[in-house]
């Protein structure tokens, strides 16, 4: 995204507050009046003094008055200024948060498979920071420059036209030496977000799995890996603050070229056409006031480019392919859970191929389980399940219906999921049950931890259900973490089911309770059941037997058994003893 669309993006964000802008803009033509009128005024000042012993108080102390009114004024309207200016500066990030927070939600699963969590937090923290300095900065200044800029120019050309020609003509180098070094810094400023975002991105996940790096021992590896994203972040960084920190010296040094230029041709017309003290000395700030808004710029043109490439990362997520609307689609309802496969084909990229042609009826309140070798595809059928992908083409229906004619999210609440990998987050116990069913009782919710196997050991905790989880959910075993995830499905109620190796992290005894339990929850119920363990599978009705993405075969246990195929052998290496090499 290129850095003018940005500011046009940022543009929009901020013309819903058009009266503060409006406001700010009355604000800075005071303030800015005030300024450049106390100028003029002094000059008038400096006049009615001739010499030592000769002043006329009788026009200075008016003046005088008038100096003190102007600065009260300006001083004030400055500050209303700076105050509107960080409101409307603070309620366009906010705007910019709650946009890009909801984007996420919006975003298709496919986004955050590609996309590390680490980079987004980035955009969310520092990026969107940036773009509030850089705002803050641009609101604040950018009326007050023009009209200072515009109006220093007027005031000198009334006063005297040469030295106003003088100073007109040496401006533009002055921002052509901003530009020029703007440009060549901006690419530097746009690879140093993206290098923090990307040092955030190993951050997040050398934390997240800091168990597995000190098993491992690699914790020198991962401090090796983080110091060589370090060091290219410092280079960037370092590159683009010395290219731009140029910016500032340059511009002040072409318009002191500027003042001594006023100071000179002001001099020299004092001795030739008589031009007052007063105003040299009024032409002198003014040539001075012409070149601050410039020198300002410059001087804060870090903050504006670092927002500017903030501004470009977070604008090109909100810019992202969201998931197509199905907002005036109806919900799903049905009163069975017969599941048909018809003629699915699916592939995460055109060169792999995935599922190929694949029908299949599901009986309802069947149990099918979905079993392979690890990478064989399991999980891409919960995906289709689930409409977290859409198929390239055929077609999977719930009840005879097509779930692509209702939303995702009536599809989505059809179905309880358990997954291997627990997630709980920070909050209590009960709130981490009811997730997803935040108007269930309490009654409900320790009927639900009971059936779970949870109830026993939640009241052995000093606050019980009122217990606060941290996110990863604190001290509590990875067992104990599943049952509260298989209690949450429970209370849910969904017509069908999802398992995704829902007991592997629990210990053979309590896998036998919760078997129990989920073999009452499931009565009625379709239930899809991805499983390594073959041993708890012999009881489905239909088991679909996947490789490399392809669905090898189909049956119940006892047939694929029979058949000696693919999934015989997957079984009996379960149970085969390993021969000794020695």
Not at 439 to 458: C, D, L, M, N, P
Not at 505 to 511: A, S
Request: with cysteine; aromatic share 10%.
């Amino acid at each position: 995204m290129k850095k003018k669309t940005a500011f046009k993006n940022i543009l929009s964000y901020i013309s819903p507050y058009k009266k503060q802008i409006v406001l700010v803009f009355i604000l800075a033509l005071i303030s800015g009046g005030c300024t450049l009128a106390a100028p003029f005024f002094t000059g008038r000042a400096i006049d009615c003094i001739k010499e030592a012993g000769e002043v006329n108080f009788k026009l200075l102390l008016p003046y005088i008055l008038l100096l003190f009114i102007l600065y009260i004024f300006g001083s004030l309207s400055l500050w209303f200024l700076s105050a509107i200016s960080t409101s409307v500066a603070n309620k366009t990030v906010k705007d910019m948060r709650r946009d890009t927070f909801n984007k996420l939600t919006r975003l298709p699963v496919s986004f955050f498979d590609r996309t590390k969590a680490g980079d987004l937090m980035s955009r969310f923290s520092n990026d969107i920071d940036a773009v509030s300095d850089g705002l803050l900065q641009a609101i604040t200044q950018a009326f007050s420059a023009i009209i200072t800029i515009v109006g220093a120019m007027v005031l000198m050309i009334i006063l005297d036209i040469r030295i106003a020609l003088a100073v007109i003509t040496v401006a533009p180098l002055a921002i052509f030496i901003a530009a020029f070094i703007a440009r060549r810094s901006a690419r530097l400023f746009k690879l140093q977000q993206d290098t923090i975002g990307e040092y955030n991105g190993y951050i997040e996940e050398a934390i997240g799995n800091y168990k597995i790096v000190r098993a491992f021992n690699f914790e020198k590896d991962t401090q090796d890996a983080a110091l060589k994203i370090n060091s290219r972040l410092y280079v960037c960084g370092q590159k683009a603050q010395f290219y731009s920190s140029l910016v500032n010296p340059s511009t002040r040094f072409i318009n002191n070229i500027a003042y001594v230029l006023v100071g000179l041709i002001g001099g020299l017309s004092a001795l030739a056409s008589g031009l007052s003290i007063g105003t040299i000395s009024a032409l002198l700030t003014y040539s001075a006031q012409f070149a601050k808004p410039l020198n300002e710029v410059t001087a804060i043109s870090t903050q504006l480019q670092a927002a500017l490439a903030a501004a470009e990362r977070l604008f090109a997520l909100l810019a992202e392919e969201e998931e197509s609307s199905d907002r005036n689609k109806p919900d799903i309802r049905f009163s069975n859970g017969a599941v048909d496969f018809s003629h699915v084909f699916f592939s995460y990229s055109p060169q792999t191929k995935l599922i190929e042609d694949f029908t299949t009826k599901v009986k309802p309140g069947s149990m099918v389980a979905i079993v392979g070798p690890t990478g064989a595809g399991k999980t891409t059928m919960v995906n289709l399940l689930m409409r977290f992908y859409d198929l390239n083409s055929g077609a999977i229906y719930i009840a005879g219906q097509n779930i692509t004619d209702y939303t995702r999210d009536s599809v989505r609440k059809s179905f309880g999921m358990v997954l291997q990998d627990t997630w709980l987050f920070t909050g209590t116990i009960k709130e981490n049950i009811t997730y997803g069913c935040k108007t269930a009782g309490e009654k409900s919710v320790i009927q639900a931890a009971e059936k779970a196997r949870a109830h026993s050991f939640i009241m052995k905790l000093e606050n019980g259900y009122d217990t606060v989880l941290s996110e990863d959910g604190g001290t509590l075993s990875q067992g104990e973490k599943q049952l509260l995830t298989i209690a949450r499905a429970i209370l849910a109620e969904s017509p069908m089911l999802i398992l995704d190796e829902a007991t592997s992290n629990v210990d053979p005894r309590t896998e036998l309770k919760i078997q129990e339990a989920l073999n009452q929850l499931m009565k009625n119920k379709t239930s899809f059941i991805i499983a390594h363990r073959l041993s708890t599978i012999k009881g489905a009705d239909l088991i679909l037997v996947m490789n490399k993405g392809q669905i090898v075969e189909t049956g119940t246990h006892e047939s694929l058994l029979n058949a000696g195929g693919f999934y015989a052998d997957l079984y009996n290496s379960q149970f085969r003893i390993p021969e000794n090499d020695n």
